[in-house]
């Protein structure tokens, strides 16, 4: 197998993939060193790389070399000295990346602090979904750095997170005109990091961070396994508590589920205000599409509104995005549509009822605690084992509405009062049990 011209197709597929200038930080000087029954092995210059490849784009690199040589079972990372290898990306990929940059861009988001102007508070929906979240943000934008420092907010993708914290930046822009104020993504903060060190300048780095009043971290979740990112991140966030600067991140899951989070970092997290946004229910629902029908100008009956607050149970993007598929046909129709034609629009984005095999659900809870599933069935009253078992009963009935004799069947034959007792008994612990809480969280997102 000729590895370097495997290396060479595979780097053109990746460049198409990810921005120019993570290209060219994280793919700079790779190389496929060999492949050994079907172990495909990638030669980086750091453990740096490494690590960033691994956490970030390890599912990219596998698919694209899977795509380029079929019998390619796993991929390895490995620290080498490699030679720069210019040649392996052709010239008229660079070209491309210049034609696809958004020329109206600079007008959404300012250069000097990365904030979008447009997410603002005023257009911010605030329900049980994330109340908590706001009214902290609110405290935060009254005494910078002195209150819930550092402020963590985690949740799944699409549900305002990033609007949240960027209204947070822009409202102490205009509130304190003096204090500086800088939003970017854990990614960025690592290649600016990485680059420096490439480059001998680790102390620019550290005055271009430590200079902001108020520093805004996001996607927070991937430096898990990144070891000197996590220090320099430690590092960063000492100066920033005790100069009492307001720092800020947000994950798609609590710290204490991060991989390989250092507890250093964990107890600083721990230390401010961990708050987590999750979906929003009906009536929030509702309230985000009239506000976006109000900054659209459309009006649509209040029943196809009801219609879609209802059909569309999943996240914020997902509800913006199929209001902008009736908006559009609205639009090219220019005439109202009726309930049965958005019915009709929105069949392919509304997510089948949650319908999941029984013996799923026990996998997925012991993998979550490290057990055996066959102990999930059997007679036993070890804690963990119980704990375990009831977590199970509890899901099968809350979340999809499995009957308790079905369920008492499957779970080693038994009775109905026993699995009515479990999902009882959690669903108490909930209300007093934040730790029991996290857990289900974490569980219910490894079904998605």
């Keep these: 197998m000729d590895t370097k011209q495997l290396w060479k197709n595979c780097l053109v597929e990746i460049e198409m993939g990810v921005s120019k200038a993570n290209f060219s930080t994280w793919f700079k000087n790779t190389s496929i060193l060999k492949e050994e029954t079907g172990i495909v092995y990638v030669g980086v210059p750091n453990e740096f790389v490494r690590d960033w490849l691994k956490n970030k784009y390890h599912k990219l690199i596998t698919k694209t070399i899977a795509d380029a040589y079929e019998n390619m079972r796993a991929v390895e990372y490995v620290i080498t000295k490699i030679e720069s290898n210019k040649q392996e990306i052709p010239n ?11 020329p109206l861009k600079d007008l959404y988001i300012n250069p000097d602090d990365n904030l979008n102007p447009r997410y603002r508070f005023d257009s911010f929906i605030v329900g049980t979904f994330n109340e908590l979240a706001y009214a902290a943000s609110q405290a935060i934008i009254d005494n910078p750095g002195t209150k819930y420092n550092p402020f963590f907010v985690y949740g799944g993708t699409g549900l305002g997170k990033t609007h949240l914290l960027q209204a947070v ?4 822009k205009e509130k ?10 854990l990614e960025k903060f690592a290649t600016d990091f990485i680059n420096s060190l490439q480059n001998n300048k680790a102390n620019s780095f550290k005055e271009k961070y430590r200079k902001y009043d108020l520093l805004i971290i996001d996607d927070i979740q991937f430096i898990g396994k990144m070891e000197k990112i996590q220090e320099e991140l430690f590092h960063t966030f ?5 100069n009492n600067k307001q720092i800020i991140f947000s994950s798609d899951k609590h710290p204490n589920y991060i991989p390989e989070l250092a507890d250093r970092l964990k107890s600083r997290f721990a230390a401010g205000m961990i708050v987590d946004v999750s979906e929003p229910e009906y009536e929030s629902r509702l309230a985000i599409l009239n506000v976006k029908l109000k900054e659209l100008g459309i009006d ?24 902008n598929t009736i908006v559009c ?3 090219l129709k220019n005439k109202p549509l009726s309930v049965s034609e958005v019915k009709n629009l929105l ?28 102990s999930i069935y059997e007679k036993t009253r070890r804690k963990e084992i119980v704990k375990a078992r009831q977590v199970v009963m509890y899901l099968l009935r809350e979340d999809f509405n499995v009957s308790y004799p079905l369920i008492g069947q499957k779970l080693g034959g038994k009775d109905h009062t026993t699995v009515i007792h479990s999902y009882l008994k959690i669903k108490a612990d909930l209300k007093n049990d934040p730790q029991l809480l996290q857990e289900l969280e974490q569980i219910r997102i490894m079904f998605k």
């Excluded at 799923?360 to 979550?368: E, F």
């Design 329 to 331: 046909h609205y639009r």
């Design 347 to 374: 069949k392919n984005n509304i997510k089948p009822k949650k319908n999941i095999a029984i013996k799923d659900v026990v996998k997925t809870v012991s993998d979550y605690y490290t057990l055996e599933e066959s």
């Design 300 to 323: 649509l009956e209040p029943e196809i509104v009801e219609y879609v607050a209802s059909a569309i149970q999943g996240n914020i993007r997902e509800l913006e995005g199929s209001l």
């Design 238 to 242: 000492n100066t920033f508590y005790e």
């Design 176 to 185: 304190y005109q003096n204090k500086k104020v800088h939003y970017l993504t």
């Design 92 to 102: 008229k990929i660079n070209e491309t990346y210049i034609n696809k940059e958004l």
């Design 169 to 172: 930046g822009n409202s102490i």
